[in-house]
């Protein structure tokens, strides 16, 4: 009997595999052993970075065997309903006094999920789970050279692949791009989370951001010895999706790009989360065009999105876009020498990221783009696309992104999968077709 199965009353016990797997290994869960048609409680805790306890639970009939397998059965009650295998984990929620919030989104350090199955309020079985962001075997490394600030994950036994540059959005630091970074150089691409502001040495606000500082990154990255420097991806979410699309549109050396919750426009900075008629990006030292949303809406309209809280962003983008815009606004993303991968949710209420990922694919047909490019759109899923198998009960904060928790931790993991593939095609590092197959509910074009 192994640490994962645990057999408390001597018939009854709790398997979890994998033990201890990356975040984008499915877990399963069985009990064997129980009195037929007996309920099981099955109870999961998990201890998140910041301290706070995240729970949910489920009650099973077992069948005639005394079996319950939480991939194939549906609960009869808990914090989620219908078959699925990654129900417990996705509908934790904080309890007690602590505030709904989003899970933590820097952090990779391991979760620990603490599983323990009961009967008649009586615990019969005990399991534990290690949920990893960074595979054995993989290294991650403070990046600070120059005005440089990032972590960079790589395997320590293979030789060079391609190498993929990741950026978070208007959260600034690692939010996002970490994870993200981690779990890539866990599958084969050595990864460098890259921060760009609202971290040590770097601007505090997204205002006057050098596209320069990522022409040195990507640099950076392909001389490194583990890196391919002739295979180099961009991987970016929201206003991150929007500068890697911009990247993609300017630097010829970046052969793939991916773009969660993307915009087909370039809009202005951000100070402290509020929209200011200033710049997000410069290139050689002279700002580019943007669409200022302080300026070109409404005051009206501008007072009244404001007044609620959380605030619905998503109006004023949809306003703006049905203005007519200069064309020196607009992404050219015909220019991209590589193929375009766009992921969206069909509920995001930050930006109407699928609409304008319509947009995009609309321009690359337009122009005759000559490489293959692709987008992925989610019902049920809203702004905050990000790594697979983490909670998904609480996706507001400050501004309302949208989503419901089944629906988005379903499209979390299908995006994963689409994007494992789509690098590994595009920057020659094919994927693991059973481990990465597609999983469905999207719609692409």
Not at 178 to 200: C, D, I, K, N
Not at 222 to 251: C, H, I, N, T, Y
Not at 432 to 439: F, G
Request: proline residues 7%.
């Amino acid at each position: 009997m192994t640490m994962n199965e645990t057999n408390l009353n001597g018939s009854i016990t709790m398997a979890v595999t994998p033990t201890a797997g990356l975040l984008d290994e499915p877990l399963r869960i069985r009990l064997r052993g129980a009195p037929p048609d007996a309920e099981i409680t099955v109870r999961a805790d998990l201890l998140d970075p910041r301290a706070v306890t995240w729970s949910s639970h489920a009650s099973f009939v077992a069948d005639a065997n005394g079996s319950v397998d939480l991939t194939t059965d549906a609960p009869v009650s808990g914090t989620y309903s219908g078959v699925d295998g990654e129900g417990l984990m996705s509908s934790m929620a904080v309890g007690g006094d602590v505030a709904s919030r989003p899970f933590e989104m820097t952090s990779v350090a391991p979760l620990v999920i603490d599983l323990v199955a009961e009967i008649s309020g009586h615990t019969v079985a005990l399991a534990q789970a290690r949920r990893l962001y960074v595979a054995e075997g993989v290294l991650a490394t403070v990046v600070r050279e120059g005005d440089l600030s990032g972590l960079f994950f790589r395997a320590t036994d293979e030789g060079a692949r391609p190498g993929v540059l990741v950026l978070g959005g208007s959260s600034g630091g690692l939010a996002f791009a970490a994870q993200v970074a981690a779990l890539l150089a866990s599958r084969g691409f050595p990864s460098l989370a890259l921060a760009y502001f609202g971290a040590e040495k770097l601007p505090p606000h997204l205002v006057d951001i050098p596209l320069e500082y990522f022409a040195t990154a990507l640099n950076w990255l392909g001389s490194q010895p583990q890196v391919r420097g002739d295979a180099l991806g961009v991987v970016g979410r929201s206003r991150g999706a929007e500068l890697a699309l911009l990247l993609g549109s300017r630097m010829p050396s970046i052969r793939s790009v991916v773009a969660y919750c993307p915009s087909s426009t370039i809009w202005n900075g951000l100070r402290e989360g509020t929209a200011v008629d200033m710049p997000a990006w410069t290139a050689l030292g002279r700002p580019i065009p943007f669409v200022s949303l302080a300026t070109v809406l409404p005051a009206a309209l501008l007072a009244r999105v404001f007044r609620g809280s959380p605030v619905t962003l998503a109006p004023l983008f949809e306003t703006a876009l049905a203005m007519s815009l200069p064309d020196d606004v607009i992404i050219p993303v015909e220019r991209t020498n590589a193929p375009i991968l766009l992921i969206s949710g069909e509920d995001d209420r930050m930006w109407p990221s699928a609409r304008m990922g319509e947009q995009i694919m609309d321009r690359l047909v337009a122009h005759a783009h000559p490489f293959q490019s692709r987008h992925c759109h989610y019902p049920g899923a809203g702004h905050l696309m990000g790594p697979p198998g983490v909670p998904t009960s609480s996706l507001q904060g400050k501004f309302v992104l949208g989503g419901a928790g089944p629906a988005q931790a379903r499209a979390n993991r299908a995006a994963w999968s689409e994007t494992l593939t789509f690098l590994g095609t595009s920057l020659g590092l094919p994927a693991d077709a059973e481990a990465h197959a597609a999983i469905g509910g999207e719609r692409c074009r």
